[in-house]
């Protein structure tokens, strides 16, 4: 365990529990007393910048486009080391710390950004939904337990910025902060996933200064904020200050959309140019060019004349322009183009740059569907939280350039900003990479009951329905929608996640169609009533949706499941079943697998052995967690995959393959993309007779447009054996990298079956070479032997069971062959019905076998049978095995189990026989499914291999 984790502990022990319990008198808001801004639901934010789209202002043109500005002038990034105190509750913060001549030398250090509780300060906590106490009542917090963490900062600012307007930026701070700048109070903010801006400019001198932070845990504030994930607190993005002309950009909006028929391109921009000088600005302009990437050409140039604008006041200039059939963005060809922003003061002199990458994208709901450009699209898409498992929340843009061409390498489309707005990074990698966003607002309440969930959600306490809390809701949407309203892979947005249903969700909706009405807006609380453009039902089964698209139950809207396939634990069943009405029903149009990476921890146990640590193992013992529903991811913490993560390329691939029904040795290939050809793929086959590849062909150029497919004829030359197996395999790759994925990276793979043998096949060729071996079956009092060239079985007469394998006269088992019906339970079977004490009597019963009768079958030179029945007292059923041997020494297993009609058992965990071989054997050989792990309802990615 890292030490700072480790001494979590030491401050955790002093607190146990007191963190989700509540002081009643003192927890009760004292109405006599005025309200701080942390209590109360009307104040949520005090002298903040309103929230912009998410851009860097420059002064230098070759700048314009950086995504690390830090090293232009105009930056000072204040990520590092910073003083901080903490406290464990409210009433024992520093007072005066925010004095620049304040003693802070015994103060720690911290690093910014950081959560606390990984750092050794007050607890992490997780939980599913609960925010702080299950029987919380808004605007109520926690009293004993509320900790503040108080932040000091000196920053030289230089000398040339004395004339210019300078603003402070907080990425993210959790949950609530008041800021001071040298002494002076500046404002105060809430919502802890979207950024946070202040105009320092009257608080600033050149030299140094002082900023002052205090962050508390739990504001009123954390009634939004109980997603499902860790509890834990501080600033979690970047912290900068950055300086602009006191003229200057203030905002901008580059919205895009398609005419005819989705050929042309439409720009709409818009841009808010402040004044801050102490005279009315004049005789500015705005310029515009617009190129490809490459800067092969330039599609417009366009400068626009900005009408005087009075002091301490802004304008705002508009333009539209057509662009003739321009590249489009999706996420399978994400073209983005350069749009240059530059201020000119008098005499066109450039004085301010920003860089936009700009794409052409086109979203709709029409006729049922959410349309991309025209298309109805399906989003094979994940729900991704931010998560590090060293630094919690705090995540670095190389884990996000990770996370983003990983999902790309296993055929995710789409991503669901689980449950707040991400860094702004994510969405420049989704725009720069080809992903559709679902943004979603910094918005659930299942800490006090969500809407369709049963008895815990109490409508007349719930904040959605208290017009007190109306403006939070619309500052919190506002905050989403202005940062990433620029980024063409947000094609859609939530508005947040069981958060309740009522007046406030139905007047955020009516907000963001008022901003945007034709973009696509979706909650799941909603349902079917009239404020969601989609059914996002979660975790939908099958026959729910299915049953939507037959019937016609709102032809209006599709299905978009916002959350569905569990991936926790050993999971992911029926995966392809929901591809496979997806694709075949118009209306559904896929959903985000929940979800993306677990969140666990790296730790070590005091010896040193390393593991993934999950709720209850950082809190103080006894606190309540959701325990390892934390960990429900398709990939581990470190982004190594789960087996299931194959399953979802294979299910989602975006080609497919069919044998041709009139000629056996040609192959259908299907294009599944919406808007490109399968020009950039070549295709790869084999075949294999019994396993083994025996003919085989490569770089096969596709060309099959968009929705169409192609036949390839395949020269297999090979004649095929009667009483074999043959498979096609064959599989598309990337003839040229791309920004995610290289060169040679399968797109997509199939296995086609020309013919089935009997599933008992030869393994080998050099099996089929071997003479056969005669048979010797004998019995004595004790065994039944069955002997075959120099191997030996043995069977007890007084148990039935196979006891003995000998080869050479050495012996093969430790114990006799006996069938298991067990498994280790899975995190999903934990909430089923009777597991446990129910399932108790599957575990031994190996162990309480009792045998019926064992009898010698069929008998020749060459084969024979042993046939046994067995009664399983622990269930009360029987087993019937017929062991068949060949002329090879080999032996089958062929079991029918007949489970007790009078005795109803819980689930079967499953049905098998325990071999267990000397140490000798240590690796084995099967024809069959795999290579990686696969099961009966997850096996559309296990290929047939040796």
Same mark, same amino acid.
């Given at each position: ?182 002494? *002076?109070?500046?404002?105060? =903010?809430?919502? #802890?996933? &979207?950024?946070? %801006?202040?105009? @320092? +400019? ?122 003739? *059939?321009?590249?489009?963005? =999706?996420?399978? #060809?994400? &073209?983005?183009? %350069?749009?240059? @922003? +530059? ?604």
């Amino acid at each position: 365990m890292p030490d700072k984790l480790q001494s979590l502990f030491i401050v955790a022990s002093l607190i146990i529990l007191s963190f989700i319990t509540f002081n009643a008198d003192a927890s009760s808001i004292n109405q006599k007393e005025a309200l701080e801004p942390w209590q109360d639901p009307q104040v949520y934010r005090i002298n903040k910048e309103p929230a912009r789209s998410y851009f860097y202002s420059v002064n230098k043109l070759d700048s314009a486009f950086s995504k690390t500005p830090w090293n232009e002038a105009n930056h000072l990034l204040l990520n590092g080391r910073w003083k901080f105190y903490w406290v464990a509750n409210t009433q024992k913060r520093p007072e005066h710390f925010e004095q620049p001549n304040y003693d802070d030398t015994r103060w720690d250090d911290i690093e910014v950004p950081a959560n606390w509780e990984l750092n050794g300060y007050g607890t992490p906590f997780y939980h599913s939904h609960q925010c702080f106490d299950k029987n919380a009542i808004p605007p109520v917090l926690p009293n004993s337990y509320n900790p503040v963490g108080s932040y000091r900062k000196s920053f030289n600012l230089p000398s040339d910025w004395q004339d210019k307007q300078i603003y402070l930026h907080f990425g993210a701070v959790k949950s609530a902060f008041y800021l001071w700048i040298n002494g *002076s109070k500046v404002g105060y =903010s809430e919502d #802890s996933k &979207t950024a946070a %801006e202040f105009d @320092i +400019s009257p608080y600033v001198k050149s030299g140094q200064n002082t900023i002052a932070l205090q962050v508390f845990r739990y504001s009123v504030g954390s009634y939004f904020e109980c997603q499902d994930m860790w509890r834990i607190s501080g600033i979690e993005r970047d912290v900068y200050v950055y300086a602009t002309d006191k003229v200057h950009i203030k905002d901008f909006h580059a919205h895009t959309s398609l005419s005819d028929n989705y050929q042309h391109g439409i720009l709409n921009f818009s841009a808010s140019i402040a004044n801050y000088t102490v005279n009315r600005a004049i005789n500015y302009k705005l310029a515009l060019q617009l190129s490809p990437k490459d800067k092969s050409n330039v599609i417009f140039n366009k400068t626009i004349d900005i009408p005087s604008v009075p002091k301490g006041k802004s304008v705002s200039v508009n333009i539209k322009e057509l662009i003739d *059939s321009p590249q489009l963005w =999706s996420a399978e #060809s994400p &073209t983005l183009y %350069e749009l240059s @922003i +530059s201020l000119l003061q008098e005499g066109d002199k450039p004085q301010e740059y920003i860089g936009h990458l700009l794409g052409f994208r086109h979203t709709e709901l029409k006729h049922g569907n959410i349309l991309i450009n025209g298309k109805p699209v399906l989003f094979k898409g994940v729900n991704r939280h931010e998560h590090d498992p060293i630094t919690g929340h705090v995540v670095s843009r190389a884990s996000m350039e990770r996370d983003v061409k990983l999902m790309k390498q296993f055929n995710i489309n789409a991503v669901r900003m689980a449950h707040y707005p991400n860094d702004p990074y994510m969405y420049y990698l989704a725009d720069l990479h080809g992903l559709y966003v679902m943004d979603e607002a910094n918005i659930e309440s299942h800490g006090i009951g969500a809407a369709n969930q049963g008895g815990s959600y109490r409508p007349e306490t719930h904040l959605v329905n208290k017009a007190e809390w109306k403006g939070a809701y619309i500052d919190r949407v506002s905050n989403m929608y202005q940062v990433s309203k620029n980024n063409p892979s947000v094609v859609m947005r939530s508005l947040g996640n069981e958060s309740g249903d009522g007046p406030n969700l139905e007047a955020i909706y009516d907000w963001l169609k008022q901003q945007d009405p034709i973009a696509p807006v979706i909650s799941e609380q909603a349902q079917l009533r009239r404020h969601t453009d989609a059914y996002g039902q979660m975790y939908a089964p099958i026959r729910d949706i299915k049953r939507y698209a037959e019937m016609g139950i709102d032809p209006k809207r599709p299905v978009i499941l916002i959350e569905y396939q569990h991936a926790m634990g050993n999971s992911l069943g029926n995966f392809a079943q929901y591809w496979e009405n997806f694709e075949q029903y118009p209306q559904l149009q896929g959903g985000f697998i929940w979800d993306w990476v677990d969140q666990t921890f790296a730790l070590e146990t005091d010896n040193g052995e390393k593991y993934w640590g999950y709720g209850g193992d950082l809190e103080p013992p006894a606190t309540e967690s959701s325990l390892s529903f934390s960990a429900n991811g398709l990939v581990y913490a470190d982004r190594s995959p789960y087996p299931y993560l194959y399953e979802v390329k294979r299910a989602q691939q975006n080609i497919g393959f069919a044998l041709s029904n009139d000629n056996a040795n040609e192959v259908i290939v299907s294009n599944k993309y919406y808007f490109k050809s399968l020009s950039d793929y070549e295709l790869q086959w084999e075949l294999l007779e019994n396993g083994l590849v025996v003919s085989k062909g490569s770089n096969i150029k596709l060309s099959a447009k968009a929705q169409t497919s192609q036949r390839i004829a395949l020269a297999l030359n090979y004649d095929l054996s009667p009483n074999k197996e043959y498979f096609v395999n064959v599989s598309v790759s990337l003839r040229k990298a791309t920004h995610s994925l290289s060169a040679g990276h399968v797109v997509a793979q199939g296995q086609l079956a020309i013919t089935q043998a009997s599933p008992r096949v030869t393994l080998t060729k050099a099996n089929n070479d071997k003479k056969p071996v005669k048979l010797k079956v004998s019995s004595n009092n004790n065994h039944i032997n069955v002997n075959s060239g120099n191997t030996l079985f043995r069977f007890s007469k007084s148990s039935g069971l196979l006891t003995q394998i000998s080869v050479n006269k050495k012996d093969v088992l430790t114990a006799a062959i006996v069938p298991d019906f067990w498994r280790a339970p899975t995190d999903n079977d934990l909430p089923v019905a009777g597991f446990g004490d129910a399932l108790q009597a599957f575990y031994d019963v190996a162990n309480n076998i009792e045998k019926v009768s064992l009898e010698i079958g069929e008998n020749s030179k060459h084969s024979a049978v042993i046939q046994a029945e067995y009664y399983l007292p622990s269930i009360e059923s029987r087993l019937f095995v017929n062991y068949i041997f060949d002329s090879q020494a080999r032996l089958t297993l062929d079991a029918y189990f007949y489970a007790a009609p009078h005795k109803k058992q819980a689930e079967l965990p499953r049905i098998g026989f325990r071999f267990p071989l000397t140490s000798d054997y240590r690796s084995a050989q099967w024809y069959g499914r795999g290579p990686h792990e696969n099961y009966p309802d997850r096996k559309l990615s296990g290929s047939e291999v040796m």
